[in-house]
Structure formats: structure tokens, C-alpha cells
């Protein structure tokens, strides 16, 4: 993969600035061994840039299974947090 520009890079963008009011969720297959560290340093990112954000660890890999589970588990919670004004 060719290198960001680091003013597009989220991590480099979640390093630099604060986004205190956001809120999100961070979803990894619990047997996805490529994708779900990149999810964790993206989890460790949005923690440092003072999110309020979960990370969810889900059976099964790299697939639809753990995203569509990631979704039921986080629609409401996703509603509730931007109507507490979290996603302004």
C-alpha cells in the first residue's frame, strides 16, 4: 500500500487534534489476525484523541458475520450518543 499523505492519515489526524464530542466503535474479528490489530491502533488512536470509543471483539474473522454483528450491536447505541449531543 503507498503511503499516506499525512494530511489525509487518520491516525496522524487522531494524533494531532482532539475530537472530545465524538464517539465511535471500533469492530475486529476475534480471528482476523490481519485486520484486527490495525483496528486496535485505530481504537488506541481515537482513545488518544479523547473519543469516547469501544472496541468490540467478535467471534469469527475477516467477514460480513463480524461487521453485520458489529451493526446490531451498535445502532442504538450510535442513536443514543448523538442524541446526548456526542456527535456534534
Known amino acids: 500500500m503507498p503511503p499516506r499523505s499525512p494530511r ?5 489526524m487522531l494524533a494531532r487534534t482532539r475530537f ?9 474479528g476475534a480471528n482476523d489476525r490481519v ?3 490495525r ?3 485505530r481504537y488506541l488512536a481515537a482513545r488518544h484523541a479523547e ?6 471483539d467478535l467471534p469469527g474473522g ?5 461487521w453485520r454483528g ?3 450491536h451498535n445502532v442504538a447505541w ?3 450518543a448523538e442524541h446526548q449531543g456526542m456527535g456534534k
Open 8 to 12: 489525509f492519515d487518520p491516525i496522524l
Open 20 to 28: 472530545p464530542r465524538k464517539a465511535g466503535v471500533v469492530v475486529g
Open 35 to 37: 485486520d484486527k490489530p
Open 39 to 41: 483496528q486496535r491502533i
Open 51 to 56: 473519543m469516547t470509543v469501544i472496541f468490540m
Open 62 to 66: 475477516r467477514n460480513w458475520q463480524v
Open 70 to 72: 458489529g451493526l446490531q
Open 78 to 80: 450510535g442513536q443514543s
